[in-house]
């Protein structure tokens, strides 16, 4: 059983090691800037669309906030 560990955590390590490719810096921090743009984008569209369903709710059922 140990050694089976052993021998897993050392073809994990070999795969990290040497096969994977890791991205650039500046890839890296595009990636970075696309998902926290996307994430912005999204967000303001909830926001958006909450503020919308609350004018219509509070017409519709006459709340005032």
């Known amino acids: 059983m140990f050694k089976k560990t052993v021998n897993y955590c050392k073809l994990c390590y070999n795969e990290l090691a040497h096969k994977t490719t890791w ?3 500046s890839e ?4 970075a800037m ?3 743009s ?3 984008i999204i ?9 919308v369903f609350r004018f219509i709710m509070g017409a519709v059922y006459q709340i005032n906030h």
């Open 23 to 25: 991205p650039t810096r």
């Open 28 to 31: 890296l921090t595009h990636s």
């Open 34 to 36: 696309v998902v926290l």
């Open 38 to 40: 996307a994430s912005l």
């Open 43 to 51: 967000a303001l569209m909830v926001f958006a669309m909450d503020s």
